[in-house]
């Protein structure tokens, strides 16, 4: 029997083993999507105890948490950290073959040193060693991310948003790039004509720009499109539930614009017409500027209304939705590929029966420009798991070319996540070392299947971002 977690972790061959430690781990971290705050990066946050940065803002444990039978008051509730600790310690072995068994572990491990089980005998220990630990400053936000090898990292923000925080990374000469990437998301919510003018006033106040007409909003987004440029931002994020690509004119669009704007609610048709036309020009927006566009596709949000009054959006009661979009986004990408404004794309599903669809579909419309230029993204938010991920290769490898793959990410809003790239290289790396031992991909191709592991963890996505 093996021990748990040991330094071959996860790697069934030798293959797989020399792979993964003399190619994989020791690559630097691009973490192109995640939701840190970058107020907590410039200002080098320290945390207070193991409690804030391990529970707060992860709603994957907090939804292992309710499964557990823990009381809200321990997850997001107002209970001494040390409880809410506790709680989560008394989860940890119900969730035996969850990849937060894993994940846990993992950081526990390679942020703080600790290779002991979690668990509600161990869980005092832990709490107080790690918490004496966060008040050092070698470990702090910025000397946990330099610790984890990181060298880029994307945020998501909003085009209202200041920025104001990004410059201030980038004007002290913090050695870990840290880049804004664009969410237009808000831009397109005109489904609620309140919240949506008040959003609208947010965007006028950084624009600098009145807001009165659809011109005018996309002159205000552009504006702010070309700021995000100056701070370095090469990228687009966009969480959709559907993909939107109905006929419109604009006219239409226009007049949708000032019924919103006159506090008027629109119907269906008209949602999806304006939605569809915000993409577009969104993604001229991007292509014009060189950048990536990325789509996340297939989520369901916000599902239970109680729960959602109480706490908000963005605290674990979303889930995996089945609208079918291909016919819609085969229409919006070409559109943009017969006008020459179709930007380098990363498509993302968060339904495990779209694997094969998407990449199918995306590749449609590689033209020989760039290589990759059309990505099927890592294993997204349910799918992060090892058999997501090992579908995901699977469905790239079949049907695409794994060896172009821009690698993971880790799409949170932990400063302890970064050993979920670990977790990913190590089993890219078992794949690919089962298929040499079995005799499925040729010993004398070595040094090439090396430099692929080299690529997919890192020279992939340094190249295809421009950084």
């Not at 083993?17 to 107020?39: F, G, M, N, T, W």
């Not at 937060?100 to 089980?117: A, C, M, N, P, Q």
Request: net charge negative.
């Amino acid at each position: 029997m093996r021990a748990f977690m040991d330094s071959d972790f996860l790697l069934k061959t030798d293959t797989a083993r020399e792979l993964y430690h003399k190619h994989a781990s020791k690559q630097p971290v691009i973490d192109y999507h995640c939701h840190l705050d970058p107020q907590m990066i410039a200002e080098n946050y320290q945390f207070a105890d193991l409690a804030e940065i391990w529970l707060g803002g992860d709603h994957y444990k907090w939804r292992a948490m309710r499964a557990n039978g823990i009381p809200e008051p321990y997850i997001t509730g107002d209970k001494p950290p040390y409880e809410k600790f506790a709680k989560w310690a008394e989860t940890m072995p119900y969730t035996m073959r969850n990849p937060l068994y894993h994940w846990t572990h993992l950081e526990l491990s390679r942020v703080f040193g600790i290779d002991k089980i979690l668990n509600p005998a161990t869980a005092r220990e832990i709490y107080e060693e790690c918490t004496a630990k966060l008040q050092t400053p070698a470990y702090r936000a910025q000397e946990i991310m330099k610790q984890m090898n990181v060298e880029v990292v994307c945020t998501t923000d909003d085009p209202a948003d200041s920025l104001a925080y990004h410059k201030a990374i980038k004007d002290s000469g913090f050695s870990v790039k840290v880049f804004p990437t664009w969410r237009p998301d808000k831009a397109m919510a005109i489904e609620n004509p309140a919240l949506y003018n008040e959003y609208i006033t947010r965007l006028e106040e950084a624009a600098g720009i009145s807001v009165l007409t659809f011109d005018h909003l996309l002159d205000a987004l552009q504006k702010r499109h070309d700021y995000f440029a100056e701070m370095g931002c090469t990228v687009s994020d966009h969480g959709l539930d559907t993909f939107y690509a109905e006929p419109y004119t604009e006219v239409e669009i226009h007049a949708i614009f000032l019924k919103v704007r006159a506090g008027k609610m629109v119907d269906d048709k008209e949602l999806a017409k304006f939605r569809s036309a915000m993409l577009y020009e969104g993604a001229c927006m991007d292509a014009r500027s060189g950048w990536v566009q990325q789509f996340h596709v297939s989520a369901i949000r916000n599902n239970n209304t109680k729960m959602f009054k109480l706490i908000g959006a963005d605290t674990g009661f979303d889930a995996i939705h089945d609208h079918h979009f291909v016919v819609a986004m085969n229409r919006f990408f070409d559109r943009l590929n017969s006008e020459g404004m179709l930007a380098k794309t990363i498509l993302y599903n968060l339904n495990p029966r779209d694997n094969d669809l998407l990449v199918t579909n995306a590749y449609n419309f590689n033209d020989g420009s760039f290589p990759g230029k059309m990505q099927f993204g890592a294993a997204w938010w349910f799918l992060d798991q090892m058999k997501g991920m090992q579908d995901q290769i699977n469905s790239l490898s079949a049907l695409g070319l794994l060896s172009r793959f821009v690698g993971m990410l880790t799409d949170s809003r932990s400063f302890l996540s970064y050993p979920r790239h670990e977790y990913f290289r190590r089993i890219l790396c078992n794949v690919l070392g089962n298929d040499v031992e079995n005799g499925e991909l040729p010993e004398s191709e070595w040094p090439f299947i090396c430099r692929m592991v080299e690529n997919i963890c890192y020279y992939n996505a340094k190249n295809y971002f421009g950084w």
